[in-house]
């Protein structure tokens, strides 16, 4: 297979082997616009890895270009990391987090975890299963967000996670990104996605 070397941050000497198809959504992530991708395949093909990488060179990439050159007392929240059900997002994907990004690139705080980068950025995580962590998305301003088993979710579960993507900081603006990995089903990833698409 076709593989392409990503180097995410030097001075951490972190570099991820892409596959063909990861390389692919990572492309499809790159446009220069507000844009989601949904990243499907079989059980076992590194969606969630790919998630994860993805995520934190997402981080990386809002510092630098948000100019955030010094740490934060309060670290600025940029993303969302999640599942539908939280207590599946902490045993899957968080733990694929945590076996795949260095532990000296990042910091995990708070329950749910907060994943706290070079202590200017922080990723919030969890689930979209109650009411109250669905809430804080009205008044929350993000960049981007990776909702892991999306043919999980529902439409209006991924609404007011939507309507959060409108962060800025320093006056500049990063485009916004939406990323959704999943196994094949019958849900509405295939309407929005493959039937009727209207995002990228």
């Not at 990503?6 to 616009?33: C, E, Y």
């Not at 309507?163 to 959704?180: E, H, Q, W």
């Amino acid at each position: 297979k076709h593989r392409k070397m990503v180097a995410i941050a030097d001075n951490n000497n972190f570099k991820v082997n892409l596959t063909q198809r990861q390389s692919d959504a990572w492309r499809a992530l790159a446009v220069p616009v507000d844009s989601e991708v949904c990243y499907g395949g079989a059980k076992g093909g590194g969606k969630s890895l790919f998630g994860c990488v993805w995520s934190y060179a997402k981080a990386l990439e809002i510092i630098e270009k948000c100019g955030i050159t010094e740490e934060l007392e309060y670290p600025l929240p940029i993303g969302f990391l999640g599942r539908k059900q939280a207590k599946d997002f902490r045993e899957t994907t968080l733990e694929t987090w945590k076996k795949t990004i260095p532990p000296s690139a990042y910091q995990i705080k708070g329950n749910p975890a907060e994943i706290i980068i070079q202590n200017r950025v922080k990723i919030l995580t969890g689930g979209l299963d109650r009411t109250e962590s669905i809430n804080k998305f009205n008044s929350a301003e993000f960049f981007f967000f990776f909702i892991d088993q999306a043919e999980e979710t529902t439409r209006d579960d991924i609404s007011v996670l939507r309507g959060s993507l409108r962060a800025k900081y320093n006056g500049r603006y990063v485009p916004y990104k939406g990323l959704f990995t999943a196994n094949p089903a019958n849900c509405w990833l295939k309407d929005e996605f493959i039937l009727k698409p209207t995002q990228t």
